[in-house]
Structure formats: structure tokens, C-alpha cells
């Protein structure tokens, strides 16, 4: 078994799409409209997606614009050769950055938050085994 992918709902779907590809560095995978139960999708991820990686389906229920948190749900964790530098190069592209870059609490792994448009939040791991491997925030 495998991770597939994550799917997450979102009150606008273009903007969900901006923020994972211009503010992430990910690629928009495909997309697919289904009129007849009103919902598009897009799958977003980085290296081509799956098979090699898993992807995040983005799901827009139309005219829904907005989804109450769930208190079970907690973050996608992206890795990343250096958080300082991703940290900057998120807001450079307009993200927001809701933990700077620094040590986890009572632990030297370098962490940072981000929040996408939706709220949901992403944790960003400092992983030097992660230099190249496709998170677009080299």
C-alpha cells in the first residue's frame, strides 16, 4: 500500500490552484468538471505526481465558498532543504507564513507553518535529504 493522495475541500478553486502552484511550486496535475453532481477537481503535487509522489486533490463543491475546520484535522507536511529559505520565497509569492522558520519545540528539527487561502495549514521539514527532490521551494 500506498499514500494516493490528500483531498481537500475549497471555496474557490482557482485560487486554491494559484496558491499550491505559484506560492508552493507545485504543478497542476489535471483537472476534471462534474456537472451532473456539481464539483470540479484539480490534482495538484510535485515530480508528475503519482506514481512517484502522492498528489493533493483540491475539490470544489460549486457555490460553496467556505468549510468549518474540523479539530481532528492537523497539517500536510512538505519537505524542504532549507524552511528559512522556503519561508521566504512563500511570501515573496504572497503566501502567508504563520510560524517562521526555527527549531521545533524541545528539538532541533528546523520547522516552519504556512496557511493556504482555506485555512488549512502546511508544516514545511527541513530535510537536507530533500535538496532536488522536486518541492519547487528550493
Known sequence: MRLLHTMLRVGN???SI???TKVLGMTLLRTSENPEYKYSLAFVG???????QAEIELTYNWGTE???MGTAYGHIALGVPDAYAACE?????GGNVTREAGPVKGGTTV???????DG????LIERKE???AGTGLR
Do not use: H, M, W
Request: charged share 30%.
Open 13 to 15: 478553486l482557482q485560487r
Open 18 to 20: 494559484d496558491f499550491y
Open 46 to 52: 510535485y515530480e508528475g505526481g503519482n506514481p512517484g
Open 66 to 68: 467556505s468549510y468549518d
Open 89 to 93: 520565497k512563500i511570501k515573496a509569492n
Open 111 to 117: 520547522i516552519a507553518f504556512v496557511t493556504d487561502p
Open 120 to 123: 488549512y495549514k502546511i508544516e
Open 130 to 132: 530533500d535538496q532536488g
